[in-house]
């Protein structure tokens, strides 16, 4: 090979340097945001707790943080349901008062790595059943189908996700 070869050859090498430099950011920015991200795992259902010889339904919702980065769940307002469809899409909150405070996590609740916290609705509560006037106020026009759990973070984007079978099946139940 003669002088001019390498000279040829070592014009490819600011490139190529270059180029590696270029990956290895982005290589390493890709790693550093993935680890940041909120990750929350939500699950739903209805228990039975037997509370002095009486059989107790609720409805639980528990968020659990997959991710690496600590969460807040600022108050019971947080986690709320959404029904309907595109153009009729709305929120819908709980109530404070068919929240069970003793079973439920208390608010603000951080939420570390693995960490759950965890809200219970007391299905029947003084002759009112939860589950019907929640049926009768809010899908008279709209499907049980398009029910979701809604969890809203103090940052980010809001979780949603469809509830447990058991809640669907209660509902059409009714």
């Known amino acids: 090979m003669t ?5 040829f050859i070592n014009t490819f ?3 190529l340097s270059a180029l590696g430099t270029l990956l290895a950011v982005a290589v390493s920015l890709y790693i550093s945001f993935s680890t940041r991200k909120i990750n929350l795992k939500i699950s739903s259902g209805i228990y039975t707790f037997n509370e002095n010889d009486v059989d107790e339904d609720y409805l ?6 997959v ?6 769940l600022n108050n019971y307002v947080s986690i709320s349901f959404q029904a309907g ?5 709305t929120n819908i909150g709980i ?3 068919y929240i069970d405070s003793d079973k439920s996590s208390k608010f603000p609740c951080k939420l570390g790595e693995n960490e759950v916290a965890q809200l219970f609705i ?3 509560n003084d002759d009112v059943n939860w589950l019907e006037s929640f049926k ?3 899908f008279s026009c709209r499907k049980i189908s398009s029910l979701k759990i809604i969890v809203f973070p103090n940052i980010g984007k809001p979780f949603k996700v469809r509830p447990d079978k058991s809640i669907v099946e209660a509902l059409d139940a009714i």
Do not use: C, E, M, S
């Not at 639980?60 to 943080?65: E, K, L, P, R, Y």
């Not at 991710?67 to 807040?72: H, I, K, L």
């Not at 469809?85 to 899409?89: A, E, I, K, M």
């Open 60 to 65: 639980g919702i528990q968020v659990t943080n």
């Open 136 to 138: 009768k106020d809010h």
């Open 95 to 97: 109530g404070h008062k």
């Open 67 to 72: 991710g690496f980065r600590t969460v807040y």
């Open 13 to 15: 090498a600011p490139w």
């Open 122 to 124: 007391k299905i029947n």
């Open 3 to 7: 002088i001019d070869d390498w000279k």
């Open 85 to 89: 469809g595109f153009l009729n899409r």
